[in-house]
């Protein structure tokens, strides 16, 4: 019962700022209102995110951030696309469709407190900040030499597992990721080397970078391996 309130205030709000929008727009814009129609978009996206701010009382309900954000993220750009006639704009900005899906899962992996969801927020973020980086620069040869993004992504989720589940064996699985993640930066790092570009920075940067990650996991396997020993008075 609780549930279709909700939602009937949700839609009343959205209805009423449909509204408002519209009479306001035609007010101001007079003939050029129509070009404030992403507006509808950027509600619904609102619509749909609002009530995963309720996850912390019903968890369910966390779920609403994977679709919620990248609709509004969508109905964004598009108001902007209208307002200033620059459609274009998509050749640059559509990677902020993958981060937005990202930032969805990790939201939902918080209000929702299922701690396996940073998985995906991390794999899905990631590979959108390498590609957001390549569609503004460019460089769309960056994939050859920062591919050991992929298992650092995967190492990420796991960590972030592990520590939300006190987990050693799943530590251990993030270390191994770090490992082969660190192998691959180390042997990309001299190819970088020959490369004229920002990339010659990039490559040592994640080296760096998953060096301090397999640091910081070895202080959390720290802590988590007591929980999963059993006692010799258990055994």
Do not use: D
């Amino acid at each position: 019962m609780k549930t279709e309130r909700l939602f009937m205030l949700i839609a009343g709000v959205t209805l009423v700022a449909v509204g408002a929008i519209s009479l306001l727009g035609n007010i101001f814009f007079s003939t050029q209102a129509w070009r404030i129609w992403p507006i509808v978009i950027v509600l619904a996206g609102l619509g749909l995110t609002a009530p995963g701010f309720f996850g912390l009382s019903r968890r369910g309900l966390g779920s609403f951030f994977i679709p919620g954000i990248p609709v509004l993220t969508t109905g964004g750009i598009l108001l902007y696309a209208s307002l200033t006639k620059n459609w274009g704009i998509w050749a640059e900005a559509w990677p902020l469709e993958i981060l937005a899906l990202a930032v969805g899962f990790a939201l939902s992996a918080i209000f929702m407190r299922v701690a396996a969801l940073a998985i995906p927020a991390f794999i899905i973020g990631l590979n959108g900040l390498l590609l957001g980086f390549c569609a503004l620069t460019g460089l769309w040869q960056a994939w050859a030499i920062l591919w050991p993004i992929e298992p650092l992504s995967v190492g990420l989720g796991l960590l972030v597992l592990s520590i939300a589940n006190k987990s050693a064996g799943v530590k251990l699985a993030a270390t191994i990721l770090f490992s082969i993640a660190g192998v691959g930066f180390f042997i990309t790092a001299f190819i970088s080397v020959f490369n004229h570009t920002i990339l010659r920075f990039a490559v040592p940067s994640m080296l760096f970078v998953t060096g301090l990650l397999l640091v910081g996991s070895f202080f959390v396997g720290k802590q988590a391996l007591p929980m999963e020993q059993s006692t010799p008075t258990e055994q």
